[in-house]
């Protein structure tokens, strides 16, 4: 006989539930590393307008592109959707592809361009960012019992420093001219003072979540292999692309730094990931390669504007307190006073 008591123990073995349960989590995971990537647009924004701020009238221009460039709640809700259906091992193998491109720069520069490329890393790593925290989360809350509240837990943690950076973002373009002229805003007054650390701060952020992410899509991908055969079959070609791929692509951007290079790149490798899946891979990842590529292409049109910031930098100046030389006025020589005869 039929009891209302045991319907939960009924409703829980349904697959149907089961998927609606994963979507919701993949859709959790999604917006969580949205949030992280707007966190580190806002404050790559506010470094990029405090060095515009610097030069005012030859960086006007860019001032207001940094202020109207993008609708920033569509671009987050839209790459939160594109998280949510790349798949987890499209995401584990983004992040690995620029995590080893991202050492593989960092281990060739120049002590000249070391900064602007730094720059460069941090803008072009969104959306494998992005990847990195849905699929540190995917490992961390694998097996969790209350998985589905640990991550909206975190969605709200997420959203709480979203927001601060998006307000701090939206206080620093409307009120830092006036506040740093007139030494009364202590938040201002920090960012005239230091901004310049923000780069290395973005940088250790940026280092240890691609640490766990890392960790976490060798973990997510090695699950698949039932035996170590199976696991040197895949790992081998990869390792070989990877490399190929990270060849290429740095002497493609010595070639053609601008915005037609970095599609170029995005095309080369989201291609050759394609091919590389096509021998070792299933359907869904030729369809998670799809939606990667299309994110790539989102996130890249997000930051078109602070790319080209960054390659116009070095004509900004680096001191604000420190007038220029050709503005600095030259000492008022004393006028000889003609005395009366007396």
């Given at each position: ?5 045991a ?7 349904l697959?149907s539930?089961?998927?609606?349960s994963?979507?919701?989590?993949a ?13 580190l ?26 202020q109207?460039?993008?609708l ?8 939160a ?34 900064g ?18 849905s699929?540190?989360?995917s ?36 009120l ?53 055969s ?19 692509m ?29 021998t ?24 078109r ?8 930098q070095?004509?900004l ?22 005395t009366?005869?007396?």
């Amino acid at each position: 006989m039929f009891s209302l008591l045991a319907l939960p123990s009924w409703l829980s073995g349904l697959p149907s539930l089961e998927w609606g349960s994963s979507l919701l989590d993949a859709l959790l995971q999604g917006f969580i590393g949205a949030c992280g990537v707007s966190v580190l647009s806002s404050l790559l924004k506010v470094y990029f307008f405090v060095r515009c701020t610097k030069d005012p009238e030859r960086r006007q221009l860019e001032k207001e592109r940094l202020q109207w460039a993008s609708l920033e709640t569509v671009h987050l809700a839209g790459l939160a959707l594109i998280l949510t259906f790349v798949g987890t091992r499209v995401a584990a193998l983004v992040v690995l592809e620029f995590s080893l491109r991202a050492v593989s720069t960092l281990l060739s520069l120049g002590q000249g361009s070391k900064g602007k490329e730094r720059l460069q890393l941090y803008l072009l790593c969104q959306y494998s960012l992005g990847c990195g925290l849905s699929c540190g989360l995917s490992f961390l809350q694998e097996g969790a019992p209350h998985c589905t509240l640990n991550l909206l837990l975190a969605l709200g943690l997420a959203t709480l420093l979203c927001r601060g950076a998006r307000r701090l973002r939206l206080h620093v373009y409307r009120l830092y001219e006036l506040h740093s002229s007139q030494r009364y805003c202590g938040l201002c007054l920090g960012l005239l003072a230091g901004a310049h650390d923000l780069p290395n701060l973005l940088g250790r952020a940026l280092s240890l979540a691609f640490a766990v992410g890392d960790l976490a899509a060798v973990a997510l991908i090695n699950r698949d292999f039932l035996t170590t055969s199976e696991a040197v079959r895949f790992w081998t070609p990869l390792t070989i692309c990877y490399t190929l791929l990270v060849i290429y692509m740095q002497e493609e951007q010595r070639q053609h730094p601008g915005m037609q290079g970095q599609v170029q790149t995005v095309l080369v490798r989201m291609g050759g990931l394609f091919v590389l899946l096509l021998t070792v891979g299933r359907w869904l990842d030729l369809l998670g390669i799809l939606v990667s590529l299309l994110g790539e292409f989102w996130c890249l049109a997000g930051t078109r504007s602070l790319l080209h910031l960054n390659q116009v930098q070095d004509s900004l100046p680096q001191n604000p307190s420190v007038p220029a030389p050709s503005q600095a006025r030259p000492p008022a020589a004393a006028s000889p006073r003609s005395t009366a005869p007396s």
